[in-house]
């Protein structure tokens, strides 16, 4: 019976989930995303978020060093916690906790495994500033040449080049 075991195993032992989500953890804070499977994602979330915490708890230099130990003690990659501590942290100092998102990007061909991409959530470019930019671009639509009907040679449209003119201007001297 599984009562009260709320750890997801993911068929491993102890000492192999451990180096898993070390190593993933460090992947995800040096690249900001990865892709993996679903449930190392929803793993690898409850896994970097306190660490992701401990960033924003330093007050004096005796508390930042002893945050950088216990993180350094989880991830064991001096590159990944002065990246988290340099770049992430001040980034994420004022979102009071969510610091990943993940998105699920279908079925993978091999074994039929749930895929999915972890990220953080303050370093997409895509929903962040981009966001604003998205509805001014034009809408276009298909249509299907067979549905309406066939233009007469008579009609001609603004996309459409007669030979009467030239295709490209010369400029005036």
Known sequence: MRHG?????LSRTKAHRDALMSNM???????KR???????????????????????????KEETMHQHRIVFSYLNDKAAVKELFTVVGPKIASRPG????IIKLGTRLGDNA????????????IYGKGIEEAPTAAKKTRRSASRGKKKSEGEATSGDVTP??????TPAE
Not at 5 to 9: A, F, L, R, T, Y
Not at 98 to 101: C, D, I, N, P, W
Not at 114 to 125: Q, T
Request: positive net charge; hydrophobic residues 35%; without cysteine.
């Open 5 to 9: 075991d709320k750890i997801n195993n």
């Open 25 to 31: 953890a460090s992947q995800l804070i040096t690249y």
């Open 34 to 60: 990865i892709i993996t499977t679903h449930a190392k994602a929803k793993a690898l979330r409850t896994y970097i978020e306190p660490l992701i915490t401990k960033t924003k708890k330093a007050i004096s």
């Open 98 to 101: 969510g610091y990943t998102r």
């Open 114 to 125: 749930e895929r999915a991409m972890i990220e953080l959530v303050d370093f997409n470019e």
């Open 164 to 169: 009467s003119t030239p295709a490209t201007e």
